[in-house]
C-alpha cells in the first residue's frame, strides 16, 4: 500500500484518522517526521491497529528526544496482529514540534 498520511503536522496529542485497509494486513512501516526548530523537546508516536476501527491495540512505537534539529524516525512492526484499520497517535510531544507520520503496509497477494 503506498505510504498514508496518517499526521499532518500535528502540534497536540492524540489520534490521527484510520484508514480502512479494505482488507486484513499485518506488516507495517510507520514513518515520522518533525520540524524541530531548535527548540528541542521529544515526541512519541504510536502505530495502532484495529479489527473494527473502535478498538486500537499498539502495534509499536517510535519518537525522538531534543537535538534542537529536525527528526526522521522509522518503525517495521510485522510480523503483528491481523488487523484492519490503522493509524499513528501522538501520544507526548514538546512544545515548538510539529509532527507528521506515515504508515504503509505490505498486503496479502502484494509482491515484495
Given at each position: 500500500?503506498?505510504?498514508?498520511?496518517?499526521?499532518?503536522s500535528?502540534?497536540?496529542?492524540?489520534?490521527?484518522?484510520?484508514?480502512?485497509?479494505?482488507?486484513?494486513?499485518?506488516?507495517f512501516?510507520?514513518?515520522?517526521?518533525?520540524?524541530?526548530?531548535?527548540?528541542?523537546?521529544?515526541?512519541?508516536?504510536?502505530?495502532?491497529g484495529?479489527?473494527?476501527?473502535?478498538?486500537?491495540?499498539?502495534?509499536?512505537?517510535?519518537g525522538a528526544?531534543?537535538?534542537?534539529?529536525?527528526?526522521?524516525?522509522?518503525?517495521?512492526?510485522?510480523?503483528?496482529?491481523?488487523?484492519?484499520?490503522?493509524?499513528?497517535?501522538?501520544?507526548?510531544?514538546?512544545?515548538?514540534?510539529?509532527?507528521?507520520?506515515?504508515?504503509?503496509s505490505?498486503?496479502?497477494?502484494?509482491?515484495?
Amino acid at each position: 500500500m503506498l505510504p498514508f498520511a496518517a499526521l499532518v503536522s500535528a502540534t497536540g496529542t492524540g489520534p490521527g484518522p484510520s484508514l480502512d485497509l479494505g482488507t486484513v494486513a499485518r506488516e507495517f512501516t510507520l514513518f515520522v517526521a518533525d520540524d524541530d526548530t531548535g527548540l528541542g523537546g521529544s515526541y512519541t508516536v504510536l502505530l495502532e491497529g484495529s479489527p473494527d476501527n473502535v478498538h486500537f491495540v499498539s502495534l509499536g512505537s517510535t519518537g525522538a528526544r531534543g537535538g534542537g534539529t529536525p527528526d526522521l524516525a522509522a518503525l517495521d512492526a510485522g510480523p503483528m496482529h491481523w488487523v484492519r484499520y490503522v493509524r499513528a497517535n501522538l501520544t507526548a510531544v514538546s512544545a515548538g514540534r510539529t509532527v507528521s507520520a506515515w504508515i504503509c503496509s505490505h498486503l496479502p497477494g502484494e509482491e515484495d
